[in-house]
């Protein structure tokens, strides 16, 4: 689940979502996933990450999305 891999801390990326651990934010791992990069691009440039976190990314996206509501 990415309740266990996703934080957020106002002292930390002003409260923006993060890997926990990290000062990298799902925002840039969302980022990066769609200028084309590879989640294995990813954890070679960032080799403190697991896939679990990039996926975690992906379902925390998803999960805000989806409780996004939307007025006509």
Excluded: H
Excluded at 11 to 35: C, N, S, W
Excluded at 40 to 59: F, G, K, Q, S
């Amino acid at each position: 689940m990415w309740q266990e891999r996703i934080i957020t801390d106002p002292a930390i990326m002003v409260g923006k979502p993060i890997v926990a651990g990290t000062r990298i934010t799902v925002m840039f791992i969302l980022d990066v996933l769609a200028q084309g990069w590879s989640v294995d691009e990813i954890l070679r440039n960032y080799p403190n990450l697991a896939a679990d976190d990039v996926r975690a990314c992906l379902a925390y996206a998803s999960d805000v999305l989806s409780a996004e509501k939307v007025y006509s």
